[in-house]
């Protein structure tokens, strides 16, 4: 199975500042046959289910605003949140589709400080 | 809008068998391009990918967990159930159905899983 390293476990972070989440695979997650990264991002508030904010590493879901991004490839991954605001209050989980079977990270928690 | 619901066992004996469904409603689970998932989320830790069923009745499940699990999918009912046999306290968990995509239009093609369940908790206590 590919493991998904997460860090840090817990963020804090002021509202309208950036916020860095960090995602590492065990193995790569790059295709060769289309140079796509199989990486997603979710986010999971208190009491709901995880809603998906980034698929192909890089590719903002409809609907997600753009303080969201994903960057990386291969291995190594990172979700940006540009400026916080105080609804990104969250755990934060990464996700490789790349292999079954498919594994998450073990979630970031992101507050205010 | 797709939405999914899990039905509510709650508690579960050790050693008898879970069983969850989930009904699809805002679109038909016959769908192509989408497979119907079961993940599930121990207390306190991440979550766990159980397995998938496609429309056409394909499935593949987590070895870590293949020897007791079944899913399976009504498509009259606009369903697909979990079963999950010799449980132990090691299964309690909330446990999520949910639908991950598949497909290509166009020139672009779309993963992840864009539909989840509430979630359901479903505790193995004697």
């Known amino acids: 199975d590919i493991v998904m390293t997460q860090s840090p476990d817990s963020l804090a972070v002021s509202l309208g500042e950036r916020a860095t989440i960090n995602c590492k695979s065990s193995?790569?997650?790059?295709?060769?046959?289309?140079?796509?990264?199989?990486l997603a991002w979710y986010q999971r508030k208190p009491g709901q289910p995880p809603e998906l904010l980034i698929f192909?590493?890089?590719t903002r879901e409809s609907g997600v605003p753009d303080r969201f991004s994903g960057n990386g490839s291969g291995t190594d991954f990172t979700l940006t949140i540009s400026s916080l605001q105080a609804e990104d209050v969250a755990v934060y989980y990464c996700?490789?589709?790349?292999?079954?079977?498919?594994?998450f990270g073990q979630g970031t928690k992101l507050e205010i400080k | 809008q797709v939405q999914l619901q899990e039905s509510a066992p709650g508690l579960v004996k050790p050693s008898q068998t879970l069983s969850l469904t989930c009904t699809v409603s805002?679109?038909?689970?016959?769908?192509?391009?989408?497979?119907w998932t079961w993940i599930r989320q121990h207390p306190g830790k991440g979550l766990e990918w159980i397995g998938y069923?496609?429309?056409?009745?394909?499935?593949y499940y987590n070895p870590s967990l293949k020897s007791r699990v079944t899913i399976s999918v009504d498509t009259s009912k606009n369903q697909f159930s979990l079963r999950l046999s010799s449980v132990t306290a090691a299964d309690t968990a909330v446990y999520y159905c949910?639908?991950?995509?598949?497909?290509?239009?166009?020139?672009?093609?779309?993963?992840?899983?864009?539909?989840w369940g509430q979630g359901t908790l479903v505790t193995v206590s004697s």
């Open positions: 193995q790569t997650v790059l295709s060769n046959s289309n140079n796509k990264s199989y």
């Open positions: 949910a639908r991950d995509r598949g497909y290509c239009s166009g020139a672009s093609c779309y993963r992840g899983v864009d539909s």
């Open positions: 805002g679109g038909s689970i016959r769908s192509g391009g989408y497979y």
């Open positions: 996700q490789q589709y790349y292999s079954t079977p498919y594994t």
């Open positions: 192909w590493a890089s």
């Open positions: 069923i496609y429309y056409s009745g394909s499935t």
